[in-house]
């Protein structure tokens, strides 16, 4: 653990007074049905009674407004079974932001309460696709078509840490979401994982308090967190299996939310459509087997997505 990690007790100790109520959970929501072809409404349908059942969620996010005419689908959908969305904005590239843009005001205008908020970009800046001046500067293009939405960006927790996204946390965002994946740093359940997630977290969450000036001026999130099931690979020490994906979502993700921080579980199904990932270390790794339920939408065999009351233990140290 390198010097910059902050003891995982200052998370501990200040979260309380932070953390009033329990935090919100809802979970990722790909586009496509599991031969790759578009979901519709009714789809969407079936997804969200499968959440609730199993979870108890009524949230789910997205990553493109246009993909798949995922917001002209989805919020009809949630409209009907009474859940929220987090719409996504791609604006890597100038045609998916603009077709998401048109998206946005075709749709978002017309089911507001089914729009929980908006999220510019995916791990933009880890990705080094833009600089904090030019990722504010397409937040706030999103923004003067929603103005009455919730508008921010999700990416990963070490460019909030690090200060890279310093400009669009001093540019008046409504809120920011970090992802933290111990599985991509290498930790193992139950050594290391746990508080390698909460020690993350803690870094992004203090850094955007500290730039901020305020503990809650900025919603904060935790964007994406999870673990492959069985059928996905291991990355370095971090072992794939359903097993210990149970394991990380009971201690890892129901203590988070105890603590009071809002989480999205990625995902909320497996996806057998996905090609393989390429990891830091450049090998190719299975992305299909990533769902907290299985792609016909059935619980996996001792995989409890209901949070039980958190004790109080303390994330296990590497």
Not at 54 to 71: E, F, H, I, M, Q
Not at 201 to 219: M, N, P, T, Y
Not at 250 to 271: K, P, R, T
Not at 303 to 315: I, K, S, T, V
């Amino acid at each position: 653990m390198h010097a910059a990690v902050v003891c995982i007790t200052t998370l501990l100790a200040a979260l309380p007074a932070f953390a009033l109520q329990r935090g919100t959970l809802g979970f990722a929501l790909g586009t496509k049905k599991p031969d790759g072809s578009c979901k519709t409404t009714s789809d969407y349908e079936s997804d969200f009674d499968a959440i609730k059942i199993n979870t108890g969620s009524k949230l789910v996010r997205g990553y493109s407004a246009s993909d798949c005419n995922c917001a002209q689908q989805i919020l009809p959908a949630a409209k009907n079974k009474g859940f929220k969305v987090m719409l996504g904005v791609w604006p890597d590239v100038e045609e998916s932001f603009n077709a998401d843009k048109k998206a946005l005001a075709s749709y978002a205008t017309k089911y507001t309460d089914q729009v929980y908020a908006v999220t510019v970009g995916s791990e933009t800046l880890y990705r080094g696709n833009f600089t904090g001046p030019e990722l504010l500067s397409k937040i706030n293009d999103i923004k003067a078509i929603l103005p009455n939405t919730k508008v921010g960006t999700a990416d990963s927790w070490n460019k909030y840490a690090d200060g890279t996204a310093d400009a669009v946390i001093r540019g008046g965002v409504d809120l920011l979401m970090a992802n933290a994946f111990p599985y991509w740093q290498g930790k193992d359940v139950g050594r290391g994982a746990e508080f390698t997630y909460f020690d993350d977290i803690q870094q992004a969450l203090a850094h955007i308090q500290q730039v901020s000036g305020s503990l809650d001026k900025i919603e904060f999130w935790n964007g994406e967190t999870g673990w492959p099931t069985d059928g996905g690979t291991n990355y370095g020490e971090a072992t794939a299996g359903t097993k210990n994906a149970a394991k990380f979502y009971s201690q890892g993700v129901c203590s988070m939310l105890s603590w009071g921080i809002n989480v999205f579980y990625f995902e909320a199904f497996d996806e057998p459509w996905k090609p393989a990932s390429i990891g830091d270390n450049g090998e190719a790794k299975d992305e299909t087997h990533w769902g907290a339920m299985n792609v016909d939408r059935s619980k996996k065999s001792n995989f409890h997505l209901q949070c039980r009351r958190w004790r109080g233990a303390e994330p296990s140290q590497p």
